[in-house]
């Protein structure tokens, strides 16, 4: 099935008025009169997907509303800004914290998972973790146990951190994606040192690829005129492959859409660097600090779940106080938001910077955190989705991200 891209489609010749009642996307415009969203209904009889009003009315997918061209990248087109849904929920629920039952067995690995940074979910149920003062990404396997991949050392040493004089030196990889059985880990591309993709094959072999050539281009985006790269997410969809800017500071959060296929080709060397679209996104602001990507992943109904946090820091170097942490979705050029709270519904200000859906469970999702201190392991927790949106989760479509 050809996927939707999320608002990054160029547009159409119908104009963005021209919404079709009941019947989604007319000829012409994308979904055919008859496999659009049919009032009510969700996915039309012929696509066999039922899905109700559940997250699509709160997405804009409402009876009678269909849907809008998608407007074109790299344009005077509004940015795409994200609103909040009430009628949602996101509770932070029980964490385990990431330790390696063979504690003390690699000194420079150290006893556990720690700034952990990227989240993807293998088909297999065996999750993924980055860490971004780590050069390993670490297989959590179902029985919780966990395996360390090491990645390319640098000056003789994986383990980064201001204690060891390294800090600047860490290959900074801040975002996981499922493809198939294998994982790819991004780094934030913020400079050259920082701009490294890692391949975790089925096999478990490590591939490791300097991808300044493809980060290059991204910092020099026009829409990121005066910001500083800083990929935080990555997600694989279909024959995309968007890679999240986060956005610090005065810096607007941006999606990059690039072809799954010619990203696979530059990668195993066969052909040339990807060429990259834009979009800038509006998370909003709490406190003043306004809130940038942490993560993605593969939603269902091709849409991408996303975390975000509001970190007041203004470098892409630093770290800073998290005022407030959100949940959403983008479908389209709809985008809703929720906050995250803890069980006793209070504010959540820890950093969540991985996630993926649980495609056994529809209103569980996977996180993992960043404490930002080498000393404390990085937790694996469950986060909760409450309300309208399990309706749309539960269409059971693949969400590894």
Known sequence: MRERIIGLRPRRVVAASDWIAGFGRAVGIGWAVGIGWAVGIGWAVGIGRSVGIGWLAALGWAAGCGGAPTPRPDSSEPLLIAREAPELSATLASCEPLVYADVGADPDRGPHVRAASGLALRPDGRMVVAQDDMAILVTRDSDGALRAHPLPARNGRRRFEEALGNKADKPDLEACTAWDADVFAFGSGTHPGRSFISRLDERETVHWRDADALY?????????????????????QGDRLWLLHRGNGTGRPAIFELAAREFI??????????GARARLVDLGAIDGVPFGFTDATHGPSESLFFLAGAEDSASVLED????????????GD??????????EGRPVTEKL???ALDPADPTRAWVVTDVDDTEIPANLCQLRLGGPWQRLTASGEPSNG
């Open 216 to 236: 290059a281009p991204l910092r020099s985006h026009p829409l990121l005129a005066g910001q500083e790269l800083n990929i935080e997410g990555a997600v694989r």
């Open 265 to 274: 080709d530059w990668f195993e060397g066969r052909g040339a660097v990807p």
């Open 320 to 331: 800073g106080w998290v005022a407030g942490v959100r949940a959403g979705f983008i479908v």
């Open 334 to 343: 709809r985008a809703v938001f929720v906050p995250i709270r803890d069980a």
């Open 353 to 355: 910077e991985g996630v």
